[in-house]
């Protein structure tokens, strides 16, 4: 795991070797072992190195191919390395290393772009053309890996790389606030666009490749895509096929030359994944002082004694949480408040002090249905008997009336999938959110412009199966992985998801809905498949995903004062109406109203805004 920075030379003269070096020094931590620079009169390419596989220096980058034509950085890990490696030296190319890197450069002279999909892993990379004066930049099919790009430079230049921080060193580059991307953030919790906080820098979409000349983007490719095409067969079969493919997935993605340990919860994901992996520890995280309320960790110590490996645990107050909370958010380059990001930054931390790779249970839900929302309540099933015309004129009398869980509930009853459903995370009601931002920020995106094109993608599958397309697509890579990555490449950690395998991926889309979430439970053939290796208490556990007692925090007067203190401040009015944040806030506070989630979203956004733009001016 690794990370990489560049650019394609603007017309201003600046000096290129101390311009990269900066950049390179802003993400030192995702590469602490080693650093490598490459410069011609085209290009600048910059590398940080966490050594995975292959620790001998011959390995470090930027990689050359045998000519020195082709120049490589990359992030991330490619499973199928050796299959790939072998089919290429049987061509006659010469490998000069062991890793996984060098098998990017050889197949891309041998098969062009198209060559990516033929990869397994998760994976950002750049590959440098001389000969061609072109640039290939691709990102791995789920968006493990992030990798960013802009020309909103001052002088023409094309920057790139892992993280945006690395941007802002860059002389040329134009350090703006996208007002856009505020009033989507606070109903979603997570930047939900292609374009970033930052104006005029883009995520390159998972599973897809660009092509770069002359400092102009030519090519846009998607080259795999994650669409559901259920196909008969019996519930044993899948559910072996589960456990065979699984179990494969867990070999590939623990293969390293470092030490391996596991993220462990309560849950049936990371116990699974435990399970087949058989690590020496396993990792855990929970709240001081919430032990009863919010902790997992007693049942991860129990599955750890069951497999017999050690269980090592951390407990975080909320001392630790709005202290660090500032660097978690410089961490994620955006704002990303959902509450999970901060236990999760201190699990990395703890198991970066054992071990250098882990694997964890990201991605299992959206691939195999586990989310509770995808399984309609028996009160829902029962409306849905009323003709949906009917629904529709009750819910849009509902919708007049004041709001409640009875009318939500006829409102909800009354719309499509694509209209009702946008994802895990509804956090501010677009309405609310319209009403307290400022003018100036209301004109970002609606919701469901941003839904509605990949709802469009998939117009004639069932409500589940739509649901789960648009997590896969929307929610996964812009909450779920980001956090991920970001939280573990803080401690130079490298983090591993092996539900998120193409193999597994590729099983998955043949399983037929009602394997996947039907009345008896969600996750239903995995479960089946996790019996096998799971004792049945953890393999048919529901979801309790990762609480934090934010709620409670709140009505604390030391944290409450400290969000006063940010609601209040001059910056916070540049964006808010503040006196109708104070009125969530002591509501809150007075526990009259749970405006928890309103006021940490909002909260989250000011403290990312004071360390990018007050902070660092």
Same mark, same amino acid.
């Given at each position: 795991?690794?990370?990489?920075?560049?650019?394609?030379?603007?017309?201003?003269?600046?000096?290129?070797?101390?311009?990269?070096?900066?950049?390179?020094?802003?993400?030192?931590?995702?590469?602490?072992?080693?650093?490598?620079?490459?410069?011609?009169?085209?290009?600048?390419?910059?590398?940080?190195?966490?050594?995975?596989?292959?620790?001998?220096?011959?390995?470090?980058?930027?990689?050359?191919?045998?000519?020195?034509?082709?120049?490589?950085?990359?992030?991330?890990?490619?499973?199928?390395?050796?299959?790939?490696?072998?089919?290429?030296?049987?061509?006659?190319?010469?490998?000069?290393?062991?890793?996984?890197?060098?098998?990017?450069?050889?197949?891309?002279?041998?098969?062009?772009?198209?060559?990516?999909?033929?990869?397994?892993?998760?994976?950002?990379?750049?590959?440098?053309?001389?000969?061609?004066?072109?640039?290939?930049?691709?990102?791995?099919?789920?968006?493990? /890996?992030?990798?960013?790009? *802009?020309?909103?430079? !001052?002088?023409?230049?094309? #920057?790139?790389?892992? &993280?945006? %921080?690395?941007?802002?060193?860059?002389?040329?580059?134009?350090?703006?606030?996208?007002?856009?991307?505020?009033?989507?953030?606070?109903?979603?919790?997570?930047?939900?666009?292609?374009?970033?906080?930052?104006?005029?820098?883009?995520?390159?979409?998972?599973?897809?490749?660009?092509?770069?000349?002359?400092?102009?983007?030519?090519?846009?490719?998607?080259?795999?895509?994650?669409?559901?095409?259920?196909?008969?067969?019996?519930?044993?079969?899948?559910?072996?096929?589960?456990?065979?493919?699984?179990?494969?997935?867990?070999?590939?993605?623990?293969?390293?030359?470092?030490?391996?340990?596991?993220?462990?919860?309560?849950?049936?994901?990371?116990?699974?994944?435990?399970?087949?992996?058989?690590?020496?520890?396993?990792?855990?995280?929970?709240?001081?002082?919430?032990? /009863?309320?919010?902790?997992? *960790?007693?049942?991860? !110590?129990?599955?750890?004694? #069951?497999?017999?490996? &050690?269980? %090592?645990?951390?407990?975080?107050?909320?001392?630790?949480?709005?202290?660090?909370?500032?660097?978690?958010?410089?961490?994620?380059?955006?704002?990303?408040?959902?509450?999970?990001?901060?236990?999760?930054?201190?699990?990395?931390?703890?198991?970066?002090?054992?071990?250098?790779?882990?694997?964890?249970?990201?991605?299992?839900?959206?691939?195999?249905?586990?989310?509770?929302?995808?399984?309609?309540?028996?009160?829902?099933?029962?409306?849905?008997?009323?003709?949906?015309?009917?629904?529709?004129?009750?819910?849009?009398?509902?919708?007049?009336?004041?709001?409640?869980?009875?009318?939500?509930?006829?409102?909800?009853?009354?719309?499509?999938?694509?209209?009702?459903?946008?994802?895990?995370?509804?956090?501010?009601?677009?309405?609310?959110?319209?009403?307290?931002?400022?003018?100036?920020?209301?004109?970002?995106?609606?919701?469901?412009?941003?839904?509605?094109?990949?709802?469009? &993608?998939?117009?004639?599958?069932?409500?589940?199966?739509?649901?789960?397309?648009?997590?896969?697509?929307?929610?996964?890579?812009?909450?779920?992985?980001?956090?991920?990555?970001?939280?573990?490449?803080?401690?130079?950690?490298?983090?591993?998801?092996?539900?998120?395998?193409?193999?597994?991926?590729?099983?998955?889309?043949?399983?037929?809905?009602?394997?996947?979430?039907?009345?008896?439970?969600?996750?239903?053939?995995?479960?089946?498949?996790?019996?096998?290796?799971?004792?049945?208490?953890?393999?048919?556990?529901?979801?309790?995903?990762?609480?934090?007692?934010?709620?409670?925090?709140?009505?604390?007067?030391?944290?409450?004062?400290?969000?006063?203190?940010?609601?209040?401040?001059?910056?916070?009015?540049?964006?808010?109406?503040?006196?109708?944040?104070?009125?969530?806030?002591?509501?809150?506070?007075?526990?009259?109203?749970?405006?928890?989630?309103?006021?940490?979203?909002?909260?989250?956004?000011?403290?990312?805004?004071?360390?990018?733009?007050?902070?660092?001016?």
């Amino acid at each position: 795991m690794c990370g990489f920075v560049g650019y394609i030379h603007g017309t201003e003269k600046i000096d290129h070797h101390q311009t990269i070096e900066k950049m390179m020094d802003t993400i030192i931590h995702r590469g602490p072992d080693s650093g490598g620079i490459h410069i011609d009169e085209k290009v600048s390419l910059g590398f940080r190195r966490l050594s995975i596989i292959d620790l001998t220096d011959a390995a470090n980058q930027p990689l050359y191919s045998e000519d020195g034509s082709i120049v490589l950085v990359f992030n991330g890990e490619i499973y199928n390395f050796q299959q790939l490696r072998e089919e290429l030296i049987n061509k006659g190319y010469q490998f000069k290393t062991k890793s996984d890197s060098e098998v990017l450069i050889y197949s891309y002279m041998e098969y062009g772009e198209e060559f990516v999909k033929q990869l397994r892993g998760m994976f950002a990379f750049c590959i440098w053309d001389k000969n061609r004066n072109q640039m290939m930049i691709a990102r791995d099919g789920f968006g493990i /890996k992030p990798l960013y790009y *802009t020309k909103n430079t !001052k002088d023409n230049t094309f #920057i790139f790389g892992s &993280e945006i %921080k690395s941007f802002l060193t860059h002389p040329s580059f134009i350090k703006e606030l996208n007002k856009d991307a505020l009033r989507p953030y606070l109903t979603f919790q997570y930047s939900s666009m292609d374009e970033t906080f930052f104006k005029g820098v883009y995520k390159l979409r998972p599973a897809h490749y660009m092509i770069i000349k002359e400092g102009k983007i030519v090519k846009m490719e998607k080259y795999w895509d994650k669409k559901y095409h259920a196909k008969d067969g019996t519930l044993e079969h899948y559910v072996e096929e589960i456990q065979k493919t699984v179990k494969e997935s867990v070999e590939a993605h623990k293969i390293s030359d470092v030490k391996v340990g596991s993220f462990l919860s309560g849950g049936i994901d990371s116990s699974y994944v435990t399970s087949l992996l058989r690590p020496n520890t396993s990792f855990s995280v929970g709240f001081k002082n919430y032990e /009863k309320m919010f902790n997992e *960790t007693d049942h991860a !110590k129990e599955l750890s004694d #069951i497999l017999n490996i &050690e269980n %090592k645990r951390t407990y975080v107050s909320a001392d630790d949480v709005f202290e660090k909370l500032p660097t978690i958010q410089w961490h994620m380059d955006e704002p990303q408040s959902n509450p999970s990001s901060v236990p999760l930054y201190f699990l990395c931390e703890l198991a970066s002090k054992d071990v250098t790779v882990v694997l964890s249970g990201e991605g299992a839900d959206e691939i195999f249905g586990g989310y509770e929302w995808y399984q309609p309540s028996k009160r829902m099933e029962t409306y849905e008997k009323i003709p949906f015309g009917l629904r529709k004129i009750i819910g849009a009398i509902a919708k007049k009336l004041p709001k409640n869980k009875y009318t939500n509930f006829l409102i909800k009853g009354g719309q499509t999938i694509e209209e009702r459903f946008i994802g895990e995370a509804v956090v501010w009601d677009e309405e609310d959110a319209l009403n307290v931002l400022k003018p100036a920020y209301r004109t970002g995106p609606s919701v469901h412009s941003i839904t509605k094109p990949i709802y469009d &993608e998939v117009p004639y599958e069932d409500d589940v199966t739509k649901m789960q397309y648009l997590d896969l697509n929307l929610w996964l890579p812009g909450d779920i992985l980001l956090k991920a990555d970001k939280m573990s490449m803080a401690h130079s950690l490298e983090l591993r998801v092996p539900f998120l395998d193409k193999k597994v991926m590729e099983l998955a889309k043949n399983i037929p809905t009602n394997y996947r979430v039907n009345e008896k439970d969600t996750k239903f053939a995995l479960r089946l498949a996790a019996l096998k290796e799971l004792p049945e208490e953890w393999a048919k556990r529901p979801k309790l995903g990762f609480p934090v007692p934010i709620r409670h925090w709140l009505r604390e007067e030391k944290y409450y004062n400290m969000v006063k203190e940010a609601f209040q401040s001059d910056y916070a009015k540049e964006f808010f109406d503040t006196n109708q944040l104070m009125k969530y806030l002591d509501e809150h506070y007075h526990n009259k109203a749970n405006h928890a989630r309103y006021i940490w979203t909002v909260y989250v956004f000011l403290v990312w805004y004071k360390r990018f733009f007050i902070d660092e001016k």
